[in-house]
């Protein structure tokens, strides 16, 4: 049975990692009682064990040990006693291939026919092994433990031996022509990013003026930011993000960059001419906001004028509430409402 367990554990350990955070071992023993009514015990089992990494404890093994045929001195009884023990077991150097190590326990003791004052129980037991690696795969261990039975009876010594197979996480093996593909694969796809990236920025520099139509159709190349343009890039009209404070019609200075960058593009095309529309939000009676959306709109004229727009070209009017751009029921809402727009005529 223990060699069936053995060669299963062998295969086991060949799928399994490099990362290895647990043994399974298999155990044999030899045990003296220092009471001379039983013989010696000869024992085998099995053991698991977790390793630990940048801890004090090493690792934290729970065995199991059984002698099916242990005989009484001076007698023809024989017994079978079991020992389950968990052991904190130390390395006592940096060294995991070789090293000394100590272990401490507790346990339980079974004796299947108690005879001789020989009774089973708990017990502790102290020791130092010897453990050797021999490859990825496998670990011989010796060790030497003294065990102390709680009930005061005569201790026993155990020489214990172990085969041990460590496993963990799966160790996956790359073969050299797969990293070649991902290699290959990896430089197609950044020449397609790259190639994507190349083609984004000759469209974007195929529209100076950034207005969605490309300079080859684009017959008026200058067209301010946020205008809107017809299918042949001329602009038609623009949103000059200007907005009043409630019931004034005074324009903000934060603006003036706006109006200056406006009227630059106006001198530049003396062939448009303009329409200021101006609005007010919903608060105030109609006839009210009407001549308050006027004075907005003459505001906003006599500004382009001072930054020498000819006056002829320009138009004002207010269209009082009408139009709203977002929802009067809210302060942000008709903020935006507060707002001029221009229309361009050629």
Known sequence: MYKIIFVFLILISNIVAENKDYE??????????????IEKQLSFGLAIGKNFKNSFIDQIELSHLQSKNTSYKNTSEKTKITRTTLNAIFNLSKN??????????LGNEHVNNELNDYEGG?????????KHK?????????????ILKVSGEKDNVSLVLAIS????????????????????????????VIEKIVEEKIIVNNDIDNDGVLNEYDQCKNTPNGAKVDNVGCIISVNLAINFESNSDKINKKYKNKFTKFAVFLNDNPT???IIKAYTDSKGSHPYNLILSQKRADSTIKELIKLNVNESRLKAIGYGEQDPIASNFTKEGRAYNRRVSAVIKK
């Open 24 to 37: 399974i071992s298999l155990l044999s023993a030899v045990t003296k009682t220092l009471d001379t009514k």
């Open 96 to 105: 995991d291939d070789s090293t000394f190590f100590a272990l401490i326990g």
């Open 122 to 130: 708990i017990f502790a037991d102290y020791g130092i092994g010897y």
């Open 134 to 146: 021999i490859n990825d795969y496998g670990i011989l261990k010796a060790d030497l433990r003294h």
């Open 165 to 192: 197979i460590p496993f963990g996480s799966k160790v996956i093996t790359v073969p050299r022509s797969r990293i070649l593909k991902i290699y290959e694969e990896e430089k197609v796809v950044k020449a397609e």
């Open 272 to 274: 448009y001419n303009v």
